[in-house]
């Protein structure tokens, strides 16, 4: 039994001999690349990082694994080691849970002998925010960064266009947001809410976008923005119409769906505008990756079936529909980001053969079965199965349990060779229109998303990771954090309210989520 509680449970902990005190003014010392690591633990004991002392040490050691960490706790002091700056950080993550948890007397923390050795099993862990369906802004955000960092999840996948807005400001073209970051009203759509009413017009500033870059990258948390093509396109189409097949006017949405006006294949203008765009945008986002959506166009391609310059080019092609005309689209769309220097990662509704091996797949749904498992020998994979980590799917069908059980075979992914990067929780924001609809999703599935993720499967334990859920349910509770109490509910799922479509078809009513989150307090 571990002493402290920490989620992800590291993959190797020892109980030592001896203890070490803590007070707020015990000094850090801090190798200079480390100092992420020194200023966040400094952050919390109310100090600085320093280059010549400290009963704190953060200090680099050779030939340790990627974002792995040594913690070494005895009546000498305390000692992080890494090899890379991220094991560091997480070093000192680990180390800020421990002081936290540790007896506190006069103000002086007493830490218990440990020798801690852990990395993590995936070096992709990661959380989707949709900011495009509903706006949270760079506050929200910078709160759900700090709590990704607290578990080590290290890539914030940021979706910020979809048919609902286009949420970042592009100086190259204005309209994008003037027209494509409003729309009349934001609904509710699928779930029987009723909307508010009033205009609803945000986005998020070059500055801003900068900012929350900087912020996470200070938490060791790379962004990955999304800009879906060709289908969720209506606030890109809005703005700029000549670049669907047919040129109609369309407004920006207000209610949620799928739409058949989308981006034209055939049309070179729309491949000018995606790299003069992608261009100004991958220069917003120092990361390597940049996601290019690809999914849910296939009412789209019923269009480009009709659209005089997608038939041209299919024939020029040799190919034979809409589908496997966006296989040539999302191909030329790599070229243009692979120029900008960024691996593209598309959804896997678009995946198949004749694109290049380079592009990252990220799974959410048993489309395309056949190709995925074929490719999946071949590429790299993010595995955000909707049946596990949709975490904006009620309670009653992604029970807390449920997403903890999840192993990549479940979703077909068995073989050693099968290529999995990692896992990957979305958060769409259809329903979601505040933080505290957002937290309540999220929390307390993610912790489990982040032992999923980082710790070995054979030493994974519902019961155990249920006893260091509470103590982070008290440090949630704390800090304002409001996460959903439903966990343990037992559900009669065929009179569950209707809330919206999950993966299997049954419904759920967020207000009636968050009234039996009240009951339960
Ligand atoms: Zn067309």
Same mark, same amino acid.
């Given at each position: ?184 009203? %934001?609904? =509710?759509? +699928? ?5 508010? #009413?009033? @205009? ?7 500055? *801003? ?73 991958? %220069?917003? =986002?120092? +990361? ?5 959506? #690809?999914? @849910? ?7 480009? *079936? ?216």
């Amino acid at each position: 039994m571990l002493k402290y509680n920490i989620v992800p449970k590291p993959n190797r902990y020892t109980k030592e001999p001896g203890s070490y005190t803590v007070s707020s003014g015990t000094q850090v010392l801090c190798a200079k690349e480390f100092l992420d690591a020194g200023n966040y633990l400094t952050a919390y004991l109310k100090t600085k990082p320093r280059e010549d002392e400290g009963a704190i040490k953060i200090k680099k050691a050779e030939g340790m694994a990627a974002e792995s960490y040594r913690l070494r706790v005895s009546n000498e002091g305390i000692l992080i080691e890494a090899s890379d700056p991220s094991g560091a950080f997480y070093g000192a993550v680990t180390l800020r849970t421990i002081l936290m948890q540790a007896k506190k007397q006069n103000g002086k923390a007493t830490v218990e002998g440990l020798f801690i050795e852990d990395a993590p099993l995936y070096k992709y862990r990661g959380v989707q925010i949709d900011d495009a369906r509903h706006f949270f802004g760079k506050d929200i955000v910078k709160r759900v960064l700090d709590s990704m960092a607290m578990l080590k999840l290290n890539t914030l996948h940021w979706h910020l266009s979809d048919d609902q807005g286009f949420r970042v400001e592009s100086k190259l073209f204005p309209e994008l947001t003037s027209v494509g970051a409003k729309r009349k009203y %934001a609904g =509710f759509e +699928g779930c029987g809410l009723e909307h508010r #009413g009033g @205009e609803y017009f945000h986005y998020y500033t070059q500055e *801003e976008i900068r900012e929350v870059v900087a912020y996470a990258a200070s938490l060791h948390i790379d962004v990955i923005p999304e800009f879906d093509i060709p289908g969720h396109t209506t606030a890109i189409l809005a703005a700029y119409p000549q670049l669907s097949c047919f040129g109609e006017s369309v407004e920006v949405a207000c209610e949620n769906g799928i739409f058949d006006t989308i981006l034209c294949a055939g049309n070179d203008e729309v491949y000018a505008f995606l790299d003069t765009l992608f261009g100004e945008l991958c %220069a917003l =986002f120092p +990361g390597k990756y940049f996601h290019i959506g #690809g999914d @849910e166009a296939s009412k789209g391609h019923k269009v480009w *079936e009709k659209c005089p310059k997608c038939r041209a080019l299919m024939e020029e092609n040799g190919l034979k529909d809409g589908k496997a005309l966006q296989g040539l689209f999302m191909s030329r769309v790599n070229e243009i980001v692979k120029k900008y220097g960024k691996t593209t990662i598309a959804w896997n509704d678009c995946i198949g053969d004749g694109f290049d091996e380079s592009i990252i797949c990220q799974f959410w749904h048993p489309f395309n079965r056949s190709a995925v498992r074929a490719q999946s020998y071949k590429r790299d994979f993010i595995l955000s199965p909707d049946a596990f980590f949709y975490l904006d799917i009620s309670y009653a069908n992604i029970p807390l349990k449920k997403t903890y059980s999840f192993k990549p075979s479940k979703v077909g992914f068995s073989k050693p060779n099968q290529r999995v990067r990692g896992i990957e929780c979305t958060h769409w924001s259809e329903w979601l229109d505040s933080e505290q609809a957002l937290q309540f999703a999220m929390f307390p599935r993610i912790a489990a998303v982040a032992e999923v993720a980082w710790t070995k499967p054979e030493l994974r334990r519902y019961k155990d990771f249920h006893k260091r859920l509470d103590w982070l349910k008290t440090y949630w509770r704390k800090t304002g954090v409001y996460y959903s109490r439903l966990e343990k509910r037992k559900w009669n799922v065929k009179r569950v309210p209707l809330y919206h479509l999950g993966a299997d078809g049954k419904e759920f009513r967020i207000s009636e989520q968050l009234r039996a989150a009240k009951e339960n307090t």
